[in-house]
């Protein structure tokens, strides 16, 4: 089993920045391909930014285009969400996934990724 733990978040003004950080364990890193999610209140799940362990390939959400990184450091277990230009509309808490490298539904589906860490809140004020 993979066991994925989020920290990094918090309160950021607008414009600002914060890098949301997945430490995994439990299975080989490499093994899996890894997504970042987001929950606005009273909203849906949805999808930020994945990252293919298979091909290399990166993939986000048109609102996470030009503004969020999503990058891994496969020596250390960690996947990172660069988030830069911070909006109040980007508060939600924010939740790492992974599911094998070998899955080829897409990445914005969360119901394609089998495990999730427990969230981090990020808060961006006006």
């Known amino acids: 089993q993979v066991q994925l733990v989020e920290s990094g978040g918090g309160l950021a003004q607008a414009g600002g920045s914060l890098r949301l950080s997945c430490a995994a364990s439990?299975?080989?890193?490499?093994?899996?391909?890894m997504g970042w999610f987001r929950r606005a209140p009273g909203k849906e799940r949805e999808f930020v930014a994945g990252s293919s362990a298979a091909i290399g390939a990166t993939y986000y959400a048109d609102s996470a285009k030009g503004r969020f990184t999503i990058s891994r450091d496969n020596a250390k277990n960690t996947v990172f969400l660069q988030m830069n230009s911070l909006k109040p509309e980007d508060t939600a808490v924010y939740y790492c996934?992974?599911?094998?490298?070998?899955?080829?539904?897409?990445?914005?589906?969360?119901?394609?990724?089998?495990?999730w860490g427990q969230g981090t809140q990020v808060t961006v004020s006006a």
């Open positions: 996934a992974a599911r094998n490298k070998f899955y080829l539904g897409p990445y914005s589906s969360a119901d394609t990724f089998r495990y």
């Open positions: 439990g299975g080989t890193f490499t093994d899996y391909s």
